[in-house]
């Protein structure tokens, strides 16, 4: 339940959105054929990760529904 609650708060706050842009700017930049899947995780994770602190996903210490 708690993944589910996760995964309804990130696309809720535009986060899954702002990662598929990322996703996209990453495969422009670099071409779809010299991108292999890891090297696009790995430009992507450290972003991802900034981006989820931007969102009000947890107050205090309890995640809000």
């Known amino acids: 339940r708690l993944k589910e609650l996760l995964r ?4 809720e ?6 990662v598929q842009m990322l996703c996209r700017d990453v ?3 670099q071409g ?5 899947a890891d090297d696009l995780i790995a430009e992507i994770t450290s972003k991802g990760r900034g981006i989820i602190a931007n969102c009000n ?3 205090g210490n309890v995640f809000c529904a």
Do not use: Y
């Open 8 to 11: 309804t708060r990130l696309i």
């Open 13 to 18: 706050c535009g986060w899954r959105d702002q």
């Open 27 to 29: 495969v422009r930049e």
């Open 32 to 36: 779809v054929h010299n991108l292999k």
């Open 57 to 59: 996903l947890i107050q």
